[in-house]
């Protein structure tokens, strides 16, 4: 599998990471703890190179499976983010100095990695970086050799934004065809600091596979539950329709074309994927092709300006 820069940091990634939200049984509903271990085989089998993950995903015990299965001699690179507790009657944030240093520490432990790739900071608040101490924190982890690189998960440009300010180096941000508002708000200043970008949710939770009735229903536990009330899951669905129109032979799949969409875009150092079963995975990393173009610039332009008639763009 190809690998890209990731930004500045004088690091590489492959182009497909497994992200692991799903995988944890958190967010979309359980998964055994035996798949988990296949599929962590199976992307290494398959060349995935990086690995996506949070302390809080499991309540840890994902972390654990990427410190059992992913061992450090491998040279997969490995991404963890730190900053949400779970440890009261609701999760909440604490990007105070002191409970990330315990985090981080827990994180090595369950990672079983003296130096981890890259710690992102999970989905902070703008606010949060009115606190010098935290950019000086995590540059300090660099210096000291706990970390290689380290970043911002962020939810919005505006979070993008002060987070590259503070001196971030990696930004990963929820980027696919339906949904590139903090991608196109960053995409100079991305460039201009050399950022590496880590791209997540590039199927919308499922949604560019094109698979779902119109009355897809998600059960309780899954987020999908209450991300879309029924009349805009429906719209959403029939918004699919001009990726359909790119459908052939050598782009068999709509979720192919949604991964294929982000690939192409050079500012992203790799693709975060969120497989929950081996088959899953499978079906990705062989649609999401191996080599640019991923989809040519003219496919991409047409492809923008249908979606713009339907609604998704304005
Ligand atoms: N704040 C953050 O830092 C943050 C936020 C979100 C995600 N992430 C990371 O990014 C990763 C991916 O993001 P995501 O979960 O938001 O969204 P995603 O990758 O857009 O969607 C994941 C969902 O897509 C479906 N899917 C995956 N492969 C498929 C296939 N081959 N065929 C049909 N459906 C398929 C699965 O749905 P079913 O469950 O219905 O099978 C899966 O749960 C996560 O695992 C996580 O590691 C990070």
Redesign the pocket.
Known sequence: MRKRRLGKTGLEVSELSL?????SGD???PVTEAEQDRVLERALAMGVRAF???DC?AEGRMEERIGARVPENLGAFVVT?IGTRKDGTIPRKDFAVDYLKDALQRSRDRLKRDTIDCV?L??PSRQAFDNPLLPEFMRELKERGMVRCWGV?A?TGEVGRAAMQAGAEVL?L?Y?VFHAQEMLELEAELGQREVGVLA???????L??G?WPPDKQFAAN?H?AERWSTDELRRRISQLNPLRTLLSAELPSL?GIALRFVLSNTLVSSA??????C???D??VREAGKEPPYLEDQKRVDLRERLVTVGVYV
């Open positions: 992200g692991t939200w799903g995988l967010g979309y509903g996506e993950t949070a995903y983010k992102l999970h989905n998960s939810g990963e929820a696919n997540r949710s590039t199927l919308a939770h499922g560019l596979c698979l899954d999908r979720r975060v994927l969120g497989p929950r079963n088959l899953q995975l079906q990705l």
